[in-house]
């Protein structure tokens, strides 16, 4: 008995589904060194132009935004030193928002379904910043609208707090695909779209959720459960900001028991709030 060979459809669901299990390369029969091909100088000629290219100040900035080399063409450093001198030049949480969206030096690009940059309020004084997207907000376009996000409502509810009064994003503003965590390549890459979207908004209180934003954002690079708790300077802003590491939502799904730790935190959040007379 012959089998039946799948059809255009079924083959693009499989893909669907390797894809959202985080197979996103081919597999040749022999093993290929990527990051030996990415350090060779020879094989990049275009990369290095392409870098020229986004730096030069004047021009139109989506013109220059889509000849940002690929990840896979060009060292992850050099990308985030594009990405460095682009994000300096938003002038707005918009603008900031279109830069990214055109930006195609993040491979995660090509495997998420869309950006997920930012909820919440942009004036607020509060910002949230998790890890990255997971399916549900690749799907939605919002952070944190999960399970996990679910639970941050509450525990936002909980000290009095919904989305209209905090701005929330990620270090990383696409899904990785299979959810798993984002290389510190994609990190780097992505960290001046972040760094630059914190100083837009302009927050007074900082909240890192879990140890990527955490150890990205202020250096920590103890557990996070030990960090955790503990007001720190935030100290990318002219003005000094405080910042506190809190456990990730995410992670108080899987250990409930730490709900009391987390709660303890948001009581600081609280004090923190009503002393900048942002509680209501
Ligand atoms: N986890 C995160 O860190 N960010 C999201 O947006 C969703 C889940």
Redesign the pocket.
Same mark, same amino acid.
Request: charged residues 15%; aromatic residues 4%.
């Given at each position: 008995m012959t089998e039946a060979r799948p059809d255009h459809a079924q083959l693009v669901a499989l893909f669907d589904f390797y894809v959202a299990a985080g197979i996103d390369i081919a597999l040749d029969e022999a093993p290929h060194d990527r990051f030996a091909e990415n350090a060779r100088p020879a094989e990049r000629p275009a990369a290095a132009a392409d870098v020229r290219l986004v730096q030069e100040p004047a021009g139109d900035p989506e013109r220059s935004l889509r000849a940002l080399p690929l990840a896979a063409t060009a060292p992850p450093e050099e990308v985030a030193e594009a990405a460095r001198m682009r994000a300096r030049e938003a002038r707005t949480l918009a603008e900031l928002e279109a830069m990214v969206a055109a930006f195609e030096g993040c491979a995660l690009k090509r495997t998420a379904k869309q950006l !997920?940059f930012a909820d919440g309020n942009p004036e607020a004084d509060i910002m949230l910043v @998790? *890890?990255?997207? @997971?399916g549900? *907000?690749d799907r939605a376009g919002?952070?944190?609208? #999960?399970r =996990? #996000?679910q639970l941050?409502d509450r525990m936002l509810a909980s000290v009095g707090l919904d989305r209209n009064q905090v701005y929330?994003a990620? !270090?990383v503003p696409w899904r990785p695909p299979g959810?798993r965590t984002p290389t510190p390549q994609e990190v780097a890459i992505c960290l001046p779209f972040t760094l630059r979207q914190i100083e837009l908004c302009a927050p007074r209180i900082i909240v890192t959720? #879990?140890a990527? =934003?955490t150890q990205t954002l202020l250096g920590l690079k103890e557990g996070i459960k030990r960090v955790r708790g503990r007001w720190v300077e935030y100290s990318g802003l002219a003005h000094p900001v405080r910042a506190l590491p809190m456990l990730?939502?995410?992670y108080l799904l899987r250990q409930p028991v730490d709900k009391r730790l987390a709660w303890r935190d948001l009581r600081l959040l609280r004090r923190a709030m009503e002393e900048i007379g942002a509680a209501r």
């Open positions: !997920v @998790g *890890e990255a997207p @997971g549900d *907000e919002k952070p944190f609208v #999960g =996990a #996000g941050l929330i990620n !270090v959810n959720l #879990g990527p =934003a990730h939502p995410a």
